[in-house]
């Protein structure tokens, strides 16, 4: 499915460019998480050479739940059994999260969540990467692929090993001391274990420390139980399509 049924072309319905540039330099070091698909952005790929931790497919999903979490958290939608629904249709200041929900606000006879993460996935990745890029936390970068097969690939690497390490090593380090999740992490820490990526994060971890992360998330709010569900079909759905 490359748009949601109903759409002509997959623009929405007001463009809000993206402004050109950056708007501030990234920090050093631990910093205050705001938003969630910078966040997975971050940990999904390699902290030096901004190379992808898994399969392209898995990263754009996991992005697409980012940025419907966003709103989520900010009061903008919810999910429920499988389905989403615009709360609130005020925009965001973020211009990226005013570009999905308009999105939302205009596709609203389309409610299904896995439908609106295999929407989304088609350009999450670019859409968030320019957005980090905007903040100053990754620079673009042209690399041959392997063996120089079908030409180059861009790579956005962080500009600061301790800003893009912050995410997974801060996930990290609260798991393996069995300490609750605030509602940001625990979020975060869901999308990537439904993109397998609790594995890098626990690595080394005794089991229990995975488990203390099952249970986390099995008592999550409703809402975001929800959207790791279909998440998780969505990704599934995606790696079988691939295969056949």
Known sequence: MTTPPGTADGQPVHMHPEPAGRHRPARSGPHTPVLL?????????????????LHDSAIRHGLAAGLLGEL??????????????????RPPADWLQHLVLDRLVAES???ATRVWLAYLAETAHDQVAQRLFQAGK????????LFGVL????????????????????????????EQLEPFD??????????????????????????????LLAAAPEPMRDLL????????????????
């Open 37 to 53: 698909a910078d966040e997975f952005f971050l940990i999904a790929h390699d902290d030096q050479t901004g190379r992808p931790r």
């Open 72 to 89: 989520a958290g900010a009061g903008h939608i919810t999910f429920d059994r499988g389905s989403l629904f615009v709360l609130d249709a």
């Open 109 to 111: 006879q389309h409610t």
């Open 138 to 145: 990754v620079e673009p970068q042209q690399q041959r692929r």
């Open 151 to 178: 030409g180059n690939v861009t790579v956005h690497v962080p500009t600061d090993i301790n800003v893009a390490a912050w995410s997974w090593a801060r996930l990290s380090q609260k798991l393996r001391r069995y």
């Open 186 to 215: 625990l979020a975060l820490a869901g999308i990537a274990a439904s993109c397998r990526l609790d594995q890098f994060i626990l690595d080394g971890a005794p089991y229990a420390a995975g488990a203390h992360l099952r249970r």
């Open 229 to 244: 569900a279909d998440l998780d079909t969505a990704i599934g759905h995606a790696v079988l399509s691939h295969r056949t």
